[in-house]
Nanobody
């Protein structure tokens, strides 16, 4: 299991940008497919973006696909979520998740993942 720590959350104005980072520890990080999820108060955790272990394949939720970009730097043991054109509906706690699965595959369901970070809060003001 890889240990994950998110950072980069904070308060941002609508229309602004923010980049989240997920730092991983563990020698098997490069074998992990990674994902970002978010959860607003009183709501279910929802999928945001995912990336394969190599970083070649990505997928996004429809609500963010034209605004967010997931990437990874395996040399730095870090996965990123670049968020542009933020709006108040993006306000949530954002979680990084990982799982060791087949290469070239992305996963979009919470139960696909077995490693989770503690979350970082993103608040978008109108």
């Amino acid at each position: 299991q890889v240990q994950l720590v998110e950072s980069g959350g904070g308060l941002v104005q609508a229309g602004g940008s923010l980049r989240l980072s997920c730092a991983a520890s563990g020698r098997t990080y490069s074998n992990y497919a990674m994902g970002w999820f978010r959860q607003a108060p009183g709501k279910e955790r929802e999928f945001v973006a995912a990336i394969s272990s190599s970083g070649v394949r990505t997928t996004y939720a429809d609500s963010v696909k034209d605004r967010f970009t997931i990437s990874r730097d395996n040399a730095a043991n870090t996965v990123y979520l670049q968020m542009n054109s933020l709006n108040p509906e993006d306000t949530a706690a954002y979680y990084c998740a990982g799982v060791s699965r087949s290469r070239g595959v992305v996963y979009t369901r919470p139960y696909d993942y077995d490693c989770w970070g503690q979350g970082t809060q993103v608040t978008v003001s109108s």
